[in-house]
């Protein structure tokens, strides 16, 4: 039915007519398989250990053979492509004379360079701070205990502030950069006298001594020597140069953030539970050190007014500093808060309030900064089952009593709860130890959990109300999931499974190939008459579908009363094909039609129900849309 456009072979499109054409649609299905056998695993071996979408990309985390390490990959049009971790290298011995900055050329005594791409330290850098710092664009090598200097520009007779992101002009050289860190060794603004050191970026040539530096027009500073910027020794190197790698296994969790406040600049962070957090711009990849002591290996991450939040299995809570998601500096807003137990998962409730979950207790954290920040007990007894906290309309999690909701009220921001698989209850506690991963569906308001016996449930929200959880069965296992977006805005769903593959869910007409079995069956209806006879003619449905399907129809009587013969079991066609060439990419979309599927019957009851069963490789969903049922009245029941 319809006309398609075709290049099924070399050559120019070719018009035509699946209903003149009978190969056409099995032509179609076989460059499905033909696109289904280019899909490889993502190198490695193992469980996939995260998925996430970051700028229109996929990424996945798997072992790497062997399993010493893990690595990290992007997802190509060649395949998976693993993402260089690049080089870092460790420092300690932080000095006043100004601090590392992105872009800027970092250079040891013995003449190794490089640019430095990526840098997180702890502690406070001018009385001494450590950390690491990646780089970029290497000569030579980097070695243990050596000094490690970076241009920065001196100041002396500061009378105004000079701020982060401040371009700076000399009135006599002409010269300019742009500050990213103003360092006062010296003096203070308010008395005109500050003097010290300003890292910079994107300097434009030598600058000349005594000149003013300008801001606006207006004179801040004075430069202070003969040939600035220069090289001054900011740190000790800490060992010598090395390539980053990953811990092996862990479980990825995962948020993607903008701290620049420019539009549309976002950047991914990442925490495993077996390693340091880290950060990754779609280039360069930096793990964050944020100087806990017993084990800095965070496994939850979150953003929340503007500072980076990691949980931790040892009941801590570290945000960084303000707009420095890799700097843990106190001096900058950084800190520590205790929870006591094992933090299981981090959600931005509102934005004035920010969830903390550990396994049997709900905290609330409140305030804007390190200088109020308030961390409340909201519930005792009640927490979240690690992994399964999401946001829909409100945040839903599992915790012993079943899945929960929390909804904030409208007074004070204080929230309350309310258990809603109270209908499920069984199934919940027979499975709440043996969850791999949850997921939000935004497309569809569904909350779904996966366990470890390749199950699952999917409850469905409706106006912010449970309209209804449904349990489903999958033939692989899933271990990790993620709702993305691609470039279009469109949510998409992705899976990691314990086989290596990463899968688009809710997505094509199979099992990865394999056939997927639908039922829906329709309760015993007695049409207004329970105690009147009836023999049962037709079945008409109403049905909207986008491929030619055939679905199996089982009428049966009286509740399924045995006594009474089940009629024959019924075959009807829904609609005439409507492949397009977009099949061929098996996405979601297509041309819904609306027709009419009728089926003559034999049965007599005083009620009936019916099964509707299809079992297919390529035919797409079916909605139906009503039902009309055809019968002759055989007297009362005697």
């Known amino acids: 039915m319809g ?35 280019t899909i490889t695993k993502v190198p490695g071996e193992g469980n996939v250990l995260g998925v996430w979408g970051y700028l229109g990309d996929l990424y996945a985390f798997r072992n790497k053979t062997g399993s010493a390490t893990a690595g990290m990959f992007k997802a190509t049009t060649a395949g998976w492509t693993e993402i260089a971790l690049g080089t870092a290298l460790n420092f300690d011995g932080t000095t006043g004379n100004g601090e590392m900055v992105i872009g800027s050329t970092l250079t040891g005594a013995g003449g190794a360079e490089g640019t430095v791409a990526g840098l997180t330290y702890y502690g406070n850098w001018d009385v001494g701070a450590e950390g690491t710092v990646v780089l970029t664009d290497i000569t030579g090598t980097f070695v243990s205990d050596e000094a490690l200097s ?43 006298d500050a003097a010290g050191f300003l890292s910079i970026t994107g300097n434009t040539g030598t600058w000349t001594d005594d000149e003013e530096i300008h801001v606006l ?16 020794t900011l740190a000790n190197a800490y060992g010598t140069q090395y390539a980053q790698t990953l811990q092996p296994g862990g479980k990825y969790d995962f948020v993607n953030f903008n701290f620049e406040g420019e539009e549309g600049i976002q950047t991914m962070y990442g925490a495993n539970g077996v390693d340091n957090a880290f950060e990754f711009d779609g280039t360069n990849f930096v793990k964050i050190r944020t100087g806990i002591t017993t084990s800095d290996i965070p496994s939850h991450v979150e953003a929340y007014k503007n500072h980076l939040f990691l949980g931790y299995t040892n009941g801590s809570l570290v945000s960084s500093a303000l707009q420095l998601p890799t700097v843990m500096s106190t001096t900058m807003g950084s800190t520590e808060l205790i929870v006591g137990e094992a933090v299981t998962g981090l959600n931005v409730e509102s934005k004035d309030s920010f969830a903390v979950f550990a396994r049997n207790t709900t905290y609330i954290l409140y305030g804007k900064s390190r200088d109020d920040w308030n961390l409340t007990t909201f519930y005792t007894g009640s927490g979240a089952v690690d992994g399964t906290v999401q946001k829909i309309h409100t945040t839903i999690f599992l915790d012993d009593r079943g899945l929960t909701s929390l909804g904030s009220t409208l007074n004070y921001g204080d929230f ?54 449904m349990p489903f069965t999958m033939l692989d296992q899933i271990i ?26 809710d997505s094509g007409t199979s099992y990865d190939g394999g056939e997927v079995a639908a039922f829906v069956r329709l309760a015993y209806f007695h049409y207004g008459t329970p105690q009147l006879k009836k023999r049962f003619r037709e079945i008409l449905l109403e049905l909207a579908a986008d491929t030619s399907t055939t679905l199996n129809i089982y009428p049966d009587f009286n509740y399924g009363d045995g006594t009474i013969p089940t009629s024959t079991t019924y075959d009807i066609t829904v609609t005439d094909d409507e492949w397009n060439v977009d099949d061929v990419s098996n996405p979601s979309l297509g041309i819904a039609v609306v027709d009419k599927a009728r089926a003559r019957i034999q049965g007599v009851g005083e009620n009936m129900g019916i099964l509707i069963k299809n079992t297919s490789t390529y035919d797409k969903p079916v909605t139906l849309q009503g039902a009309v049922i055809q019968y002759s009245d055989r007297g009362l029941k005697r």
């Open 3 to 37: 006309l398609y456009a075709t290049c099924l072979a070399h050559g120019p499109p070719v018009l035509r007519d699946a209903t003149a054409d009978s190969t056409l649609v099995s032509e179609l299905q076989e460059r499905i398989e033909e696109k289904r056998e």
């Open 480 to 505: 990790c999931a993620c709702s993305t977006e691609d470039s279009n805005g469109d949510e998409v769903l992705y899976g990691g499974f314990d086989d290596g593959y990463v899968r688009r869910l």
């Open 217 to 232: 027009g207006a004179v801040r500073a004075i430069v202070d020597g003969a040939s600035e910027p220069s090289a001054k």
């Open 150 to 192: 970076s241009p920065t520009l001196s100041f002396d007779g500061g009378t105004v502030e000079i701020l982060k992101g401040d371009t700076v002009v000399g009135a006599t050289s002409g010269k300019t950069a742009t500050v990213k860190i103003v360092t006062v060794a010296s003096g203070a603004w308010t008395t005109d």
């Open 416 to 469: 309350k709860q309310s258990i809603i698989s109270e209908k499920i209850d069984p199934l919940i506690q027979k499975y709440k130890a043996r969850i791999k991963t949850a997921l939000r569906v935004r497309e569809k308001n569904q909350y779904r959990l996966y366990f470890d016996d390749k199950t699952g449930i999917a409850m469905t929200f409706i106006n912010g109300k449970n309209e209804g959880i």
